[in-house]
């Protein structure tokens, strides 16, 4: 008859305090760690960058189109040189994006992840205030479109606020008045 000894279990650890004088790591900071970056630093090179670089040429370079196409015709143009222009530009962005950068030498990362970011954002960017003229009444559209576009800013400009550190002020009057400039030109040229 053999003899075993069983082993016997290992006492659970007791569960220590949080220790207050280490900062708590956020949510976010989680899923950054959780999707497989390094930190909120590499999360923003990789991520965060190329999506405000779409998002800003998507929301700013399309105003001046779709409002010419409005305001020199109707809601239905406007609609279509909108997605037009936003399909254009997110493919030509994701492409200049991918090709300008392979990552291996900034550390930014997959160049055709940061493709797929940059020119999906610069699509959503377009598209945003390019489906409130679906509206037939160009007028009424145009406000809604202008509304979005104001809602448009004041996201980009709380997310270089969140991950650039930069003052929510600050940013809200750079992107405000590129905003201005190249609404500026749309409406002189459909005006025209």
């Not at 708590?24 to 999360?43: M, Q, T, V």
């Not at 960058?49 to 370079?61: E, H």
């Not at 291996?104 to 493709?115: H, K, L, P």
């Not at 509206?135 to 509304?147: N, R």
């Given at each position: 008859?053999?003899?075993q000894?069983?082993?016997?279990?290992k006492?659970?650890e007791?569960?220590?305090?949080?220790?207050?004088?280490?900062?708590?790591?956020?949510?976010?900071?989680?899923w950054?760690?959780?999707?497989?970056?390094?930190?909120?630093?590499?999360?923003?090179?990789?991520v965060?960058?190329?999506?405000?670089v779409?998002?800003?040429?998507?929301?700013?370079?399309?105003?001046?189109?779709?409002?010419a196409?409005?305001v020199?015709?109707?809601?239905?143009t406007?609609?279509?040189?909108?997605?037009?222009?936003?399909?254009?530009?997110?493919?030509?962005?994701?492409?200049s994006?991918?090709?300008?950068?392979?990552?291996?030498?900034?550390?930014?990362?997959?160049?055709?992840?940061r493709?797929?970011?940059?020119?999906g954002?610069?699509?959503?960017?377009?598209?945003f205030?390019?489906?409130?003229?679906?509206?037939?009444?160009?007028?009424?559209?145009?406000?809604?479109?202008?509304?979005?576009?104001?809602?448009?800013?004041?996201?980009?400009?709380?997310?270089r606020?969140?991950?650039?550190?930069?003052?929510?002020?600050?940013?809200?009057?750079?992107?405000?008045?590129?905003?201005?400039?190249?609404?500026?030109?749309?409406?002189?040229?459909?005006?025209?």
């Amino acid at each position: 008859m053999s003899t075993q000894t069983k082993a016997s279990p290992k006492p659970a650890e007791p569960i220590q305090p949080a220790d207050p004088t280490q900062p708590h790591e956020s949510l976010l900071a989680r899923w950054i760690h959780r999707a497989g970056f390094a930190n909120e630093r590499d999360f923003v090179l990789r991520v965060v960058q190329p999506a405000l670089v779409g998002m800003i040429d998507g929301t700013v370079s399309s105003l001046a189109p779709i409002f010419a196409a409005a305001v020199a015709s109707s809601s239905h143009t406007a609609l279509l040189v909108g997605l037009s222009t936003a399909l254009g530009a997110g493919v030509s962005m994701g492409w200049s994006e991918a090709l300008s950068d392979t990552g291996e030498q900034t550390g930014r990362g997959s160049a055709v992840v940061r493709g797929a970011i940059t020119g999906g954002m610069t699509t959503l960017g377009g598209l945003f205030h390019t489906l409130p003229f679906i509206i037939s009444d160009v007028h009424k559209a145009l406000i809604v479109a202008g509304c979005v576009v104001a809602f448009e800013l004041l996201a980009i400009a709380w997310v270089r606020k969140r991950f650039l550190e930069v003052s929510l002020r600050s940013s809200l009057l750079v992107v405000t008045v590129a905003g201005i400039i190249v609404l500026g030109i749309g409406v002189g040229i459909g005006s025209s």
